[in-house]
């Protein structure tokens, strides 16, 4: 007997234990239900006067059974010719679901007046000449259908087996364990996504592919798109908006096709009452789009949107903005912005009011303070309680504020609009999502806990290359309490384990945190370094040399050795799977860790040509054809990409996701060519030497440090032709070289270490390797530092500084101290590290950063010199959490979080990790995902000490910590931890 299938993620059991199950083997117990079996299988009932979206299931669920079986059960709508049934049905208006209700074989009471529950339950004998029937009740249109498509997912049909081409699990016969299981009602009340930014994928796709009939995105994609939703357990669509694709509402199919499958329609921000102003408004037949100059013809035109559309369920957002995402009212005075604002969102409660018959209080109303519609809100506009205020995040992951103490008491509650793709400054992501899941669950956590759970909406682009980040964020809304902190981590893994097999789940964790976790320092489409219109007159992004050093810290190597590594292990993966699996795990997880891989290693590289060039290095013109082979194989793989399962998904994927003449990381980069001239000759470049030339006239490495037993490199490179033989001399015998001699027409590196056996004792001892060809000679200095005190057992554990510096891990402290309100917590799957600290929740109350006993935390170091120290704090860049905070100091603000600092018993400095978007601190911080504050503070005497960081705003999230006493190198990520540790 095969193992069983749990459903335990998706239902809430009504009795203690109460699960679905899955076997492959027939059963005649209690709770067993034979879907099918060899020679037969039930027939799907429903009552032929319920709601479309339950007929539309159950001939989708009856489909799927094909899928995974070969058999295809019956759709019927009575009671005849079948022994076994599945009935499906809403509570309202299925007949035979009532009537079993009204004799006791099932309890629907709980899904009387309630919000898209659902009732699974096995009944023996429910009618005469039944002897087994499956219920799926619903308590709506949903409900119903979410308990269908639950059973789908059970037997192996994943929400994206159309859409990713997910294979679906073969089984030949389906019986189920179905004790009484009721799902609860999802925590957040409309959840769904904005199809945005289609201008490079979904609508050449479906204009040149799916439904070139249309040429355009139309009916047929929004099928596909509405049955995925309803799948996922959605409910809420913002169709795509952008000029190039046609107004949703101008083709009246579109419609009528998401009311079929019971998706409730919406707008974005800037889409007053389903309008879509980009495309919809025109000025010639239609005026200004100006409220003040043009309002009874906005009035008219949005009125009559509403009187084609009130019909079907929508949530509707008042809003006045100018045409696409642009402000309305430039140069007008706040307070004026104000009133108008007001007046418009009035005229447009008024305009529903005359078309719904219902209570205005009662239809479903939304306002997303967007950009400068914040600042107009904040300066006093008055909304009707009963309208949910969607808080927008900064484009980028960040929650620029949510609900106070007293917008926490509104009737309409709140929602959020989030992005996991955006189009705009400082730099677009559109080629596929590398949002992490922790980052998602940090902000959305404290959005729901500060009463966001009416909406939630997810702009993810074209949604191809954003599917996990989209399942995630719809399961959170589903039922957030499924997750935490912990387990949010590995759901990427768990999500592709369901889908490929569980025998991958070890590797696939490996790669997707790895994946993640690299892409978080800098997102593929960033590589570039440069800004999106940063110039009115030359709006292309520059491309330069990035900030990751190819000397300092190991950055470079350590960044394309692990892109390598994941890469590698996922082209592994893909060549051992299936091949009807194959597509699926291409598009899922190859193509993005594979293409991360390739943009890396072409931009680096790239970096590293231009900078062998300036050396004269030989190997300037091999490192050239290493980046053109970088940048073939990134247009092969999208090519392979479009052109799986005969052409599907053709148009597709592209690399190119922005305007022309914006975005130009995708390019080839800049290169340089060398031509070696005469015979060869000897150079070199040591770990640590960033500008030769200039800055020095001999070679030294960094000091070796006993305390932390680290080795260097040195670059042995040929700047002439042919090849050179050459032997390295070191002048001790503690000084040791992996290798001593060898020839090369090009370069070679060599790792150098120190044998602590051998060294002397003392603060500065010298050495020195002589390297030679036979003609020339150069040298390369050493240092090493081995005091007799302290003991290197005496510092074990503590981070020591090494080379003018310290450097520590935010979740590598030493001891904590906490209260009542404030807890630390180590996030997993966030921060350049790894890991990091977060110091409380970020709905706890605020903490006196200056008090004595305030929580903190505190990490031990010891420094060999005295004075000042630069000290630099690397912070997740959250906003404060909302307007209405207690200021708890008189020196002190709204406007930006705190959190304070201090060595030992000195005194304090106070960072923060917010900054105003759109400044040029903002920019930094949101394409790092991390924001350095400098402190300059004082250490008395040399030794051992204690760095605190104490809490202001709870939540603040520690990433790394530096301590510079004067020998930071340049680099992106700083320095590696200086923890010491004893050798064994």
């Known amino acids: 007997m095969k ?119 096995t009944v023996k004998n429910p009618f005469p000449g039944v002897s087994s029937a499956l219920v799926v009740a619903g308590s709506d249109r949903r ?118 499958f019971a998706i409730v329609m919406g707008s974005t921000h800037c889409e007053p009452l389903l309008l879509n102003t980009a495309s919809e408004w025109d000025k010639k037949t239609m005026g200004a789009w100006d409220y003040n100059t043009n309002k009874d013809k906005i009035n008219e035109v949005l009125s009559r949107r509403i009187e084609e559309n009130c019909a079907y369920e929508n949530v509707y957002t008042l809003a006045l903005r100018g045409l696409h995402d642009a402000a309305m009212g430039v140069g007008v005075p706040i307070k004026e912005k104000v009133k108008m604002l007001g007046s418009a969102l009035l005229d447009q409660r008024n305009i529903l009011a005359s078309h719904i018959k219902k209570p205005i209080e009662t239809v479903p109303q939304a306002f997303t303070p967007y950009k400068e519609v914040l600042e107009i809100y904040s300066n006093g506009l008055e909304l009707p309680d009963d309208v949910t205020i969607i808080w927008p995040d900064d484009n980028y992951g960040y929650l620029k504020r949510l609900s106070g103490i007293n917008e926490q008491k509104r009737s309409g509650r709140a929602g959020v609009y989030y992005h996991v793709s955006y189009l705009g400054v400082p730099h677009s992501y559109l080629w596929f999502s590398t949002t992490p899941p922790a980052l998602m669950y940090e902000e959305l ?67 997707t945190r790895s994946h993640i976790q690299l892409a978080f320092s800098r997102k593929p489409e960033y590589m570039g370094w440069g800004y999106h219109w940063n110039l009115f007159n030359h709006s292309c992004e520059r491309l330069t040399d990035t900030d990751f050093s190819l000397t300092n810290y190991g950055e470079v190597e350590g960044r394309l050795n692990e892109y390598k590594r994941i890469g590698a292990e996922a082209g592994k993966i893909l060549n051992t799977l299936e091949e009807e699996s194959r597509p699926a795990f291409f598009q899922l997880l190859y193509y993005p860790v594979k293409g991360a891989e390739l943009m890396n290693r072409m931009t680096l590289n790239g970096q590293r040509n231009r900078w062998y060039a300036r050396q004269q290095r030989a190997a300037t013109n091999r490192m050239k054809k290493e980046v053109q082979l970088c940048y073939d194989s990134l247009q092969t793989i999208t090519a392979d990409y479009n052109a799986l399962l005969d052409g599907k998904w053709k148009y597709m994927m592209s690399m190119r996701q922005n305007y022309d003449n914006v975005s130009a990381y995708f390019q080839l980069p800049h290169l340089e060519e060398y031509v070696p001239a005469g015979s060869p000759r000897l150079a070199l470049q040591v770990k640590n030497e960033d500008a030769a030339i200039t800055q020095r006239s001999f070679h030294a490495l960094p000091c070796f440090n006993t305390y932390l037993h680290r080795s260097y490199w040195i670059d042995l490179y040929n700047k002439g032709n042919g090849f050179i033989k050459w032997q390295a001399q070191p002048s001790a015998d503690w000084i040791v070289l992996n290798k001593t001699s060898g020839e090369t027409a090009t370069e070679e590196r060599i790792q150098v270490s120190v044998d602590w056996k051998k060294v002397p004792t003392g603060e500065n001892i010298l050495g020195n390797i002589r390297f030679t060809d036979g003609k020339a000679e150069k040298e390369v200095l050493l240092s090493v530092f081995n005091p007799a005190s302290p003991r290197p057992e005496e510092v074990e554990g503590i981070y020591v500084e090494d080379n003018g510096c310290i450097s520590i891990p935010g979740a590598g402290f030493h001891r904590k101290h906490e209260n009542a309100d404030i807890q630390m917590h180590i996030l997993d799957g966030i921060g350049i590290e790894g890991q990091s600290l977060q110091m409380g929740n970020p709905v706890a109350p605020l903490q006196i950063f200056r008090a004595k006993e305030v929580p903190h935390i505190e990490y031990d170091f010891y420094t060999f010199d005295a004075g000042s120290v630069d000290v630099y704090t690397y912070v997740l860049p959250t906003f404060p959490l909302h307007a209405d905070r207690d200021f708890r100091l008189s020196e002190n603000t709204n406007v930006d979080t705190k959190y304070s600092i201090r060595i030992d018993d000195g005194a304090i400095a106070t960072p923060t990790t917010s900054a105003v978007e759109y400044t040029q601190v903002w920019f930094e911080g949101v394409l790092r995902n991390y924001t350095v504050n400098k402190s300059t503070l004082h250490i008395d005497k040399p030794g051992r000490h204690t760095l605190q960081i104490r809490c202001g705003d709870p939540g ?29």
């Open 3 to 121: 193992h069983l299938f749990l459903l335990t993620l998706l239902l809430i059991p009504c009795t203690l234990f109460a699960e679905v199950k899955l076997s492959d083997r027939p059963s005649s117990g209690k709770d067993a239900f034979n879907l099918v079996e060899r020679k037969s299988q039930a027939a799907i009932c429903f009552d032929d006067n319920d709601y479309l979206v339950v007929k539309k299931a159950a001939s989708l669920f009856a489909a799927d059974v094909e899928m995974v079986t070969g058999h295809k059960p019956s759709l019927q709508t009575d009671l005849r010719n079948n022994k076994t049934l599945l009935i499906v049905g809403t509570i309202e208006k299925n007949a035979f679901i009532r009537q079993l209700s009204k004799e006791g074989k099932i309890d629907i009471s709980p899904l009387e007046d309630a919000w898209e529950r659902y009732l699974i339950q």
């Open 956 to 984: 603040v999230v520690i990433q790394k910590i530096v301590l510079d006493f004067g020998g930071m190198k340049r680099s992106y990520l700083g320095p590696n931890s200086t923890l010491s540790f004893r050798t064994k």
């Open 445 to 511: 956590r404290k959005a729901y806990d500060t009463t966001a759970d009416r909406i939630w909406l997810l702009n993810c682009g074209d949604m191809k290359g954003s599917e996990m980040q989209v399942s995630l964020f719809l399961s959170m809304a589903y039922d957030i309490d499924r997750f935490n902190a912990d387990n949010v981590v590995t759901y990427p893994a768990r999500w592709l384990s369901g889908m490929f097999g569980e025998s991958y789940y070890t590797r696939l964790e490996d790669i």
């Open 143 to 260: 409900g119903a259908a979410y308990g269908l498509f639950s059973l789908s997912e059970l037997i192996g049909v994943s929400p994206w087996y159309w859409w990713a081409d997910v294979p679906v699990k073969k089984h030949t016969t389906l019986c189920l364990y179905a004790p009484a299981t009721l799902s609860k009602s999802p925590s957040v009340k409309y959840r769904g996504i904005f199809l945005n930014d289609e201008d490079w994928g979904l609508t050449p796709w479906a204009s040149k592919n799916f439904e070139k009939e249309r040429g355009n995105i139309g009916p047929k994609t929004y099928a596909k798109i509405c049955e995925l939703l309803l799948r996922l357990k959605a409910n809420h669509l913002a169709p795509a908006m952008h000029p190039v694709s046609t107004a949703f509402n101008q083709i009246p199919e579109n419609k009528l096709v998401a009311d079929s």
